[in-house]
T-cell receptor
Framework: AQSVTQLDSQVPVFEEAPVELRCNYS??????LFWYVQYPNQGLQLLLK??????LVKGINGFEAEFNKSQTSFHLRKPSVHISDTAEYFC????????????FGAGTQVVVTP | KAGVTQTPRYLIKTRGQQVTLSCSPI?????VSWYQQTPGQGLQFLFE???????NKGNFPGRFSGRQFSNSRSEMNVSTLELGDSALYLC????????????????FGAGSRLTVL
């Protein structure tokens, strides 16, 4: 069985400050990892994905994440946030033996203040 | 190109009624997945369809069902609605389904927000 844990339910951050959202996963088989963002009253939008290859993944809007197999982590970072980054962020995993069944973390609400 | 379209966006039903939600995937996408999102349970997988076949199913009661048509459009149905079915129902599509030897990214629709009174 696989599971995804997002270690922070809410992260307050000041505008132009860096932010890190933590995600840990557990799986007995290989996984693909994703970060999605959800703005109010909208669906989920893909920020970035790790399928294979380089462990440092760059995504949209200045976000990046690093896959760490030994620590089973996939933390999301942004060096300088904007007010518009206020949203909920979801880490998700998909095992290589699964069909369409993404396992999502509980989400991290990022609140950016001036 | 057009994204994933879900209809209706909002609906209100009463306990015991049934509801049908529709999802039109991105043109060319053959896989459609459905998720339920609630504040208490987060995002939970309902089912996935590919070429009109259900390939995977989550842990939901039989009141939740779905189907996919030959044009890849999908519907999900919830019968005998309960208060706990109030949620945002999200549909996502991908080119050829996820898993296997490679992963395909899910593109989500805006969701259908169901309120059960």
């Amino acid at each position: 069985a696989q599971s995804v844990t997002q270690l922070d339910s809410q992260v307050p951050v000041f505008e132009e400050a860096p932010v890190e959202l933590r995600c840990n996963y557990s799986s007995s088989v290989s996984v693909y990892l994703f970060w999605y963002v959800q703005y109010p009253n909208q669906g989920l939008q893909l920020l970035l994905k790790y399928l294979s290859g380089s462990t440092l993944v760059k995504g949209i809007n200045g976000f990046e994440a690093e896959f760490n197999k030994s620590q089973t982590s996939f933390h999301l970072r942004k060096p300088s946030v904007h007010i518009s980054d206020t949203a909920e962020y979801f880490c998700a995993a998909l095992t290589t033996d699964s069909w369409g069944k993404f396992q999502f973390g509980a989400g991290t609400q990022v609140v950016v203040t001036p | 190109k057009a994204g994933v379209t879900q209809t209706p966006r909002y609906l209100i039903k009463t306990r015991g009624q049934q509801v049908t939600l529709s999802c039109s995937p991105i043109s060319g996408h053959r896989s459609v997945s459905w998720y339920q999102q609630t504040p208490g349970q987060g995002l939970q997988f309902l089912f996935e369809y590919f070429s009109e076949t259900q390939r995977n199913k989550g842990n939901f009661p039989g009141r939740f069902s779905g189907r996919q048509f030959s044009n890849s459009r999908s519907e999900m149905n919830v019968s005998t609605l309960e208060l706990g079915d109030s949620a945002l129902y999200l549909c996502a599509s991908s080119l050829k389904g996820t898993g296997g030897s490679g992963a395909n990214v899910l593109t989500f629709g805006a969701g259908s927000r169901l309120t059960v009174l």
